[in-house]
DNA sequence: CATGAATGAGGATTCATTCAT
DNA sequence: GATGAATGAATCCTCATTCAT
């Protein structure tokens, strides 16, 4: 489920994400993605159909790289509680070397862009779904609390997300000893 | 600190806060709003200097009740672990009675607009300070593990809304038994 | 056909007057007016039908102001030559010290608003009617070239009014001897 | 220094011209402008950043035309005396035949827009300054008398334009006789 | 008479999208 | 494929005017 990108849509993608970080999406017109894209307006038209869609794809993108990420820890070859705290941190890590795709992603979960595609993210093999699993794995193996998996999720996700929000109003960054703190306080908090 | 309400103001707000959490900020032009508040256009500009005076306004006010709520719950009598969880499940109930309030607060904080009083915010006996405040008190009592407030906040207030967040996603509500799990995780994460 | 003026009117013509020059006719809402003339907006309206109606009005007023001052310097007791250089000279000084005046009518003269009364100055005896009178009595008198009023006004005025804008932009002042000699040079251009 | 006009731009302008002329800047939207050009409003934006910018530069570019009309006549190889009353009567003639012209520059230079830019103007090579230099020239040839030539241009151009306006309000033109009378009134006025 | 809140038509400007080159 | 000029619907905002108090 590998997104194929031509330089050129590449170019498009890095252009959205710094214009909508730093301007929203109302802030960032096509003209303006073009022009920083150094690509025209009307090559956007070639490769999105509209700008709607544009924001669509780009999430979609994010959101892929997010997966793999995920992914290559969650089936890694180690104890659960290892991954458990791994992939929380390297989550964390992510967001904060990547703050445009954080920044993004948060204004599109509370966009009406995102209520046209809910549907289907939830059915897909989503970061959230694969993130629920792997909750859910932890559950049947009698070492997290008997909860399901949405639940979990929001504990899980919901710390990471507040803190790396924290970190961008801030503009600052968590020492590692805080964040392990935090992975402990979830894991105090959901293990069996 | 109440903000002092005119009814023209309230039924602008109220129409604002429901547009904006169908359509966001972009698909909630002025004159919508104003035809939702039953007011004429021009009369939104007698009150607020501009859309962006309206959302910031709309803001403060929401703000301003959720401070209210808390600050009676935090102000009472009781002993720190109750107030600790009652705090936390009225504002998640009160999020869930009050979804446009909460759906428009997100939208706020990943908005540009946000950016803008951020400063002020921070500054402020805002309902985050006294939360952080509460935090800390806490921790001197002994109650609460060695953390700074920002840092507990993160937690207490991230689970909270991934889980407002997913119902309001799925139109859905959490039993209290669930909301009562989601205190006890926070309250082992973080108590001493 | 003296204006008769209460305080109010006064303040809102002295209000208009000040705003128009500062801001033209455009940038000079009602409200505005009405605040500068600390009076509501309602009260322009009681004693004007219309912006236009008070701008017109203010016209009136100020043309009122000028052919009084014209008129008792071309009715009073001296010779033709006399009278032609001090007229001129007062009328500069005139502009030159209410320069809210001076600047009001040369936008009036340039606007819309001057076609709709065109006509009727030209039937009064407005001050311009007056002045193309004292031209020809010059030439009846044969102390000036044979030339109908209307040319000779073009020079007359036209000159002053010239010269008055040129100390309008540079924000300077002429000196008498400057004065005295446009006044000579217009008399040495028309004298017989 | 000419200004390059691409053939939607002339249109505009001419559109503008004739538009602010029966109109006033007021009276002419940009809607309207759009359409007496047969252009789509968004085009004019294309070309111009706003209507202010549109109003400025038509000046420049009315100043253009003007300038290059008094300096082809100015630099041309004839006696001073000949010169001065050909540049009049060519300028005269010239506003004559554009009114549209005239009118736009007249409103222009009473309108705040001019404000923003006088300093621009005096500075620069305008027609002004050029008829300045010109006047100037008959001082040091001593065929004018001894003034400085800001004085002696407000004699020049304000009879002009004083003339040009009489014609405008009472849509009539002068004779060729009356023409030749006026330059020679300032002749007479200005020679030594 | 005086006030100023309320109205809504109208104007400047933006921007997603199209299309001829 | 790539370009960017052209389009015009949609938006924010202003302001002359009205009218209830």
Redesign the interface.
Known sequence: MNIQLTEKKEQIFAAALSMIN??????SPMSKIAKEAKVAVGSIYHYFASKEDLIIELYWYCSDILKNKALSIIESNQAYEIRFRLLWKELVLFYLDRMEIF?FM??F????FYEGI?AHIFKQKSERNMLIHFMEEGVEEKLL?D?NG??L???Y???????V??CL?HKNR?TDE?IN??V???W???KK
């Open positions: 730093d301007h929203g999406f109302h802030g920044g948060e204004q979960y509370s966009s009406p809910r609390r909860l949405a639940l999720i929001s504990t996700l919901g710390v990471a997300v507040s803190l929000k924290r109003y968590p805080e703190t935090l402990d306080i979830i105090n908090g959901v």
